[in-house]
């Protein structure tokens, strides 16, 4: 399978807790974008990579939260002491970058976080 | 940050009928507009729109953008019960900024 790949699927956690999730992207992309999604809404802009470059984060971010693309292929999703409200699905997507004329990105299958 | 509004919310219909979903955004840095699918678990890609007026079709789908007044329609004809799912539309400003999505039924 050569699609995004996303690990683990589901996670369960105490508050208080740290989580790291996985993301592997497609590997021609370079692009790599972390979404949050709730019940009902539509995925939630939460950070993205140009490479190892992370260009922006989003400005309703925690600094509880934090993510690295070292090598510029894997990405890591980290959630400190994690809270109640943290539930949800975490979706990573891939793409290439809107120079190379092809901006769609792929999504992976999510990793549902629930936080107990 | 640009916004992105889609309607209905939330959409009941049979098999066999036509319908419009409908997506507005903003402009401060609009590169293209996505229309995704979205079952149970990924968003899976079904067009990407940078030109207005001009339609994208695939089967029974096809949207078209109208970049002057700033929106998008997906048309689904002939329905069926697999088009069941939550359609998403997403502004693409180097960055994808995502409506709330509608969230289609279809009924035998």
Redesign the interface.
């Known amino acids: 399978d050569t699609g ?1 790949s996303q690990n683990p699927r589901h996670k369960i956690t105490k508050r208080g807790q740290n989580v790291t999730f996985r993301c592997d992207p497609i590997s021609e992309h370079n692009r790599l ?1 972390w ?1 949050r999604q709730t019940l ?6 939460l950070t ?1 990579f140009q490479n190892e470059a992370q ?2 984060k989003s400005r309703l971010l925690s600094d509880r939260f934090s993510a690295e693309r070292p090598k510029g292929s894997f990405s890591t999703l980290e959630i400190q002491r994690t809270e109640q409200g943290d539930s949800a699905m975490y ?1 990573c ?1 891939s793409s290439f970058p ?1 120079f190379q004329g092809s ?8 990793t549902r976080l629930t936080v107990v | 940050e640009d916004k992105v509004v889609q309607s209905p919310l939330s959409l009941v219909v049979h098999e066999g009928d036509t319908v419009t979903l409908n997506c507005s955004y903003e402009v401060t840095n609009f590169r293209s507009l996505l229309w995704y699918k979205q079952e149970k678990k990924a968003p899976t890609f079904l067009f990407m729109l940078t030109s207005s007026g001009i339609e994208k079709k695939s089967g029974r789908l096809s949207s078209i953008l109208d970049k002057k007044e700033l929106f998008s329609i997906l048309n689904i004809t002939a329905t069926q019960t697999g088009d069941s799912a939550v359609y998403l539309c997403a502004e693409n400003t180097d960055k994808l900024i995502f409506g709330t999505g509608t969230r289609l039924q279809v009924f035998p």
């Open positions: 995004v974008y979404y009902g809404q539509g995925p939630e802009f993205y260009l922006e979706l997507a809107i901006t769609e990105a792929f999504f992976g299958q999510g």
